[in-house]
């Protein structure tokens, strides 16, 4: 059996639909404790099903500048792979979903650009910032 953030959402919007005003009429504090941590770990399952699901969205293209073989930066979507790398090394929070431009300085050090909420306006940063002239797609 195999369910989805969006299903795990849904049943959660069900359950407090329909069992928040029982459990309060029944003026138990229990009960209310028992289906208080039933909705945390709901929660917590939809936001682990989504990390998981991002994955499969995954999207990147490789800026380079005229004559040059050799790629200058990265256009890629935060996804549940790269949200805890991307954050350690950008000064912004990200979230799934966002957009990011890395690259390399003098130093090698790997500096993150970002948060953008499009594709498109990630690559004009790179563009402005890098001089990249062409995008292209890793091959994999």
């Known amino acids: 059996m195999s369910i989805t953030s969006i299903e795990v959402k849904e049943l959660t919007e069900w359950l407090h639909k329909?069992?928040?005003e029982s459990v309060e009429d029944a003026g138990s504090l229990y009960a209310f404790k028992k289906y208080s941590?039933?909705?945390?770990?709901?929660?917590?399952l939809q936001s682990i099903l989504e990390l998981e699901e991002s994955n499969q969205d995954y999207q990147?293209?490789?800026?380079?500048?005229?004559?040059?073989?050799?790629?200058k930066?990265?256009?890629?979507n935060v996804v549940g792979d790269n949200l805890v790398q991307v954050n350690e090394q950008s000064k912004n929070?990200?979230?799934l979903k966002d957009w990011f431009m890395s690259y390399t300085n003098d130093n090698n050090q790997i500096l993150v650009?970002?948060?953008f909420k499009t594709m498109t306006l990630a690559?004009?940063?790179?563009?402005?910032?890098?001089?990249?002239?062409?995008?292209?797609?890793?091959?994999y």
Not at 66 to 71: A, H, T
Not at 73 to 76: D, G, I, K, L, Y
């Open 73 to 76: 930066c990265m256009v890629a």
């Open 37 to 44: 941590r039933i909705y945390e770990c709901l929660g917590l």
């Open 18 to 20: 329909d069992v928040d």
């Open 60 to 71: 990147c293209m490789l800026g380079y500048s005229d004559n040059n073989p050799d790629v």
């Open 93 to 95: 929070d990200m979230q």
């Open 123 to 139: 690559m004009d940063k790179a563009k402005e910032m890098l001089d990249i002239t062409v995008f292209k797609s890793p091959i």
């Open 113 to 115: 650009q970002g948060p």
